[in-house]
């Protein structure tokens, strides 16, 4: 029993030492996504508790360039984007640049005032009323825009601890700027024992797992080339 404990225990700090670099990192898949579109908190076309208490099992930053506008009837892969912010993921469509800082998209003023290539996030987590049967719950996507995941950033870092040790109430509201506004707090901090613990560790794998697939390849797509720098166009340091 006492290897066994030793197990889960060790699995939970290497991930909360993973989850920490990845916090520094903020700014399609087999899970099911909760969406935050209209202020709304929905997953599957349902209406979700708002607030909506959870608990965020990982955490990926995430860059994403497409080179056709937004189709909500028709969902597509990037073109190209990166799980770790510095360079192209290798199965990406048709890699802009062969990193992401030398990236003519990542610059300010290629979509309007903004940057084509867009910053944000992805979390994995479960409903906290499945705690109870965490080893068949099911693991929940969500992508957060680069305004909200600055809160979250925030929220993650004012914790001092990983997210997976806390369960979290997000709430989403109407913004007429960003189109929603997340705000994170703190609910209770979980109590592990020899059944949550490993369930929770396994869980954890399970999510981090779900969060690293590569989007599906697109078929024929045309790569669009990257426009020339231009001088006086501001860079992210991101």
């Known amino acids: 029993m006492g290897k066994e404990i030793m197990s889960w225990q060790e699995a939970l700090k290497a991930h909360a030492e993973q989850a920490k670099a990845r916090v520094q990192k903020l ?13 709304k908190l929905r997953v599957g076309g349902e209406d979700m508790d708002n607030p909506l208490e959870v608990v965020i099992l990982a955490l990926r930053g995430e860059r994403a360039y497409y080179d056709t506008d937004y189709d909500a009837e028709n969902a597509s892969s990037p073109t190209c984007y990166s799980y770790d912010g510095d360079s192209p993921h290798p199965d990406a469509d048709a890699p802009q640049a062969e990193t992401c800082g030398s990236c003519p998209w990542n610059e300010f003023g290629t979509k309007g005032k903004g940057k084509a290539c867009k910053e944000g996030s992805r979390m994995a987590l479960v409903l906290v009323d499945q705690l109870g049967d965490l080893e068949t719950a099911d693991v929940l996507q969500a992508k957060t825009s680069v305004n909200n995941t600055k809160y979250l950033r925030s929220y993650a870092e004012r914790l001092g601890a990983p997210l997976f040790m ?7 509201e109407v913004d007429p700027k960003t189109q929603y506004r997340l705000s994170f707090r ?8 020899d059944k949550l613990g490993p369930a929770l560790s396994a869980k954890v794998e399970e999510a981090e797992r779900l969060l690293a697939v590569p989007y599906p390849k697109s078929e024929d797509r045309p790569a669009k080339p990257a426009p020339k720098a231009r001088g006086g166009v501001r860079r992210s340091k991101f």
Request: proline share 0%.
């Open 27 to 39: 700014t399609a898949t087999t899970a099911t996504m909760l969406s935050f579109k209209n202020g």
């Open 166 to 172: 806390f369960t979290t109430a997000i709430k989403n």
């Open 186 to 193: 703190s609910v209770d901090k979980l109590v592990l024992n």
